[in-house]
């Protein structure tokens, strides 16, 4: 399968990094979270973009292909028949395959986010717009 090679590819960040890197902001960086809006909605790591599936294309479209990008889902990612259980995964590798080249998923997804007592974000789903400027931690 094509995205075996990618996945053999694919880095990891630990919820501490990423929680590091965001207190940091040295580097240009994007999270995205790949899960429905509905689930974003509910909570979402702080300065994430919604980007579920399809949206995935229209958010790289315009950006830079060594941009750091953190994708997540509801957990990790798995080889698994449920199509939630692979979002964060399937996303990441289609940006590796669209030629981004430091793209990373967080382990343990949200899940692992929210259940180490990180702030958590929510949103109204009718207040959602498409991002301007995707890399907007720059």
Known sequence: MVFDLYEQKLKNISVDDLKNLIHRRSNAYLIVDARELEAYCKGHIPGACDAFDAEIESLAANMDKNAHIIVYGPGQWVRSENPAD?????????????????????????????????????????????????????
């Open 86 to 138: 692979r979002l964060s995964g399937d996303a990441a590798m289609r940006l590796m395959k669209m030629g981004f080249k430091n793209v990373m998923e967080l382990n343990g997804g949200f899940e692992a986010w929210a259940n180490a007592g990180n702030r958590v974000d929510t949103c109204n789903p009718t207040s959602i717009k498409p991002a301007a400027n995707p890399l907007k931690n720059m």
